[in-house]
């Protein structure tokens, strides 16, 4: 049978035509709370997440279910790829061997110790992993790039739902504490800048915490936000590596070395570093990044129901509140003992 034009563009457009209704009611629940968190403020992340949960009666009906998983999935890994625009290689260097030494071993060790925590609770090590990457590296960023690479069970969606709720609000509140404790604690503008930049989890609230003290408090928390940032690629390879026999058996031993988002990542971090993206287009990458991200998560909230959510019970929460602890508790001893003056 000779293929006729029609039938040619008609099978060309079927696949945006599935995918479609999920991923407008994605980006609908996207615009709807970022128009909340920025008139009435709150965290955008948090909004979205729980704006999907109430529609999650969708993924009974097939015809959103398509877009809804492309969204959560595919449109998750190109914000996370955009994330780079926000890093430079001077910027990093900028910052000195003793923020960057704090931050490489805060990361690590946060990690293994919700690793740790996660065994003693009685968790799965999955969960102590998700939830050490997110509280050490970027938050809910972090949740979503890292539980992209871990294999996928009957459980993974809830724990990553977990996750960002948990971090989200707990960062949320440490923008409101810390800069209180700063001022408690008789901190510098800079010893402040790295305080903030090191604990605090989402990019966003580090940035209110830190101009809500100063200028230059600001500036140093940002870039020590970004530096932990950074830490997303070597945690991300670390996470393929550690669960690459899981993943495998998962998908017929074909695994890639690195992801196509994680690659871009790199790649967009180095091409920022030489200086070829312009600001404008670095601003409108942010953006689209921001957008990507506040709609997978409207995704995964959508996926996601609260019957299944309140079977976790409150393990996680503290697992969470626990690593929050000790990453607080290491930076201020890293400051008190003088390594982090810049």
């Known amino acids: 049978m000779i293929e006729t034009p029609k039938s040619s563009f008609k099978r060309l457009i079927e696949p945006g035509q599935r995918l479609m209704p999920g991923v407008i009611i994605c980006i609908t629940i996207a615009l709807a709370t970022t128009f909340i968190a920025d008139h009435y403020g709150g965290p955008t992340?948090?909004?979205?997440?729980?704006?999907?949960?109430?529609?999650h009666f969708l993924t009974e009906e097939g015809r959103c279910l398509a877009g809804v998983e492309f969204t959560s999935r595919t449109i998750l890994r190109l914000g996370v790829a955009l994330l780079g625009v926000r890093i430079t290689l001077d910027e990093v260097a900028a910052l000195g061997v003793a923020p960057i030494f704090?931050?490489?071993?805060?990361?690590?060790?946060t990690i293994a110790v919700g690793a740790l925590l996660a065994r003693i609770l009685g968790l799965s090590r999955d969960m102590g992993l998700l939830t050490g990457g997110s509280v050490a590296i970027c938050g809910a960023s972090a949740a979503l790039a890292l539980s992209a690479v871990m294999p996928r069970h009957e459980t993974h969606e809830r724990n990553t739902i977990m996750t960002v709720v948990a971090v989200t609000t707990l960062s949320t509140v440490a923008m409101i504490v810390y800069p209180l404790l700063v001022s408690l604690l008789g901190?510098?503008?800079?010893?402040?800048?790295?305080?903030?930049?090191?604990?605090i989890h989402d990019v966003a609230q580090v940035v209110g915490?830190?101009?809500m003290i100063s200028e230059d408090?600001?500036?140093?928390?940002?870039?020590?936000k970004l530096l932990?940032?950074?830490m997303l690629v070597p945690a991300v390879v670390m996470f393929i590596f550690l669960f690459r026999k899981s993943r495998a058996e998962g998908s017929n031993g074909k695994v890639p070395m690195l992801p196509g988002f994680l690659v871009a990542f790199i790649v967009i971090v180095l091409i920022n570093s030489l200086g070829w993206i312009p600001t404008m287009a670095t601003e409108m990458a942010t953006d689209l990044?921001?957008?990507?991200?506040?709609?997978?998560?409207?995704?995964?909230?959508?996926?996601t129901s609260f019957q299944k959510l309140a079977v976790v019970g409150w393990k996680p929460v503290i697992l969470m509140?626990?690593?929050?602890?000790?990453?607080?508790?290491?930076v201020l001893g890293f400051i008190y003992f003088g390594l982090g003056e810049l």
């Open 45 to 55: 992340l948090l909004y979205a997440l729980l704006f999907g949960m109430t529609l």
């Open 102 to 109: 704090m931050v490489i071993a805060g990361v690590t060790l």
């Open 187 to 199: 901190l510098s503008d800079n010893e402040a800048g790295v305080f903030l930049g090191g604990t």
């Open 209 to 211: 915490a830190g101009y």
């Open 217 to 224: 408090t600001g500036s140093v928390a940002t870039l020590v």
């Open 228 to 230: 932990r940032v950074a």
């Open 289 to 303: 990044s921001r957008w990507c991200l506040v709609a997978a998560i409207a995704g995964l909230g959508i996926k």
């Open 321 to 330: 509140v626990a690593e929050t602890i000790f990453l607080l508790l290491f």
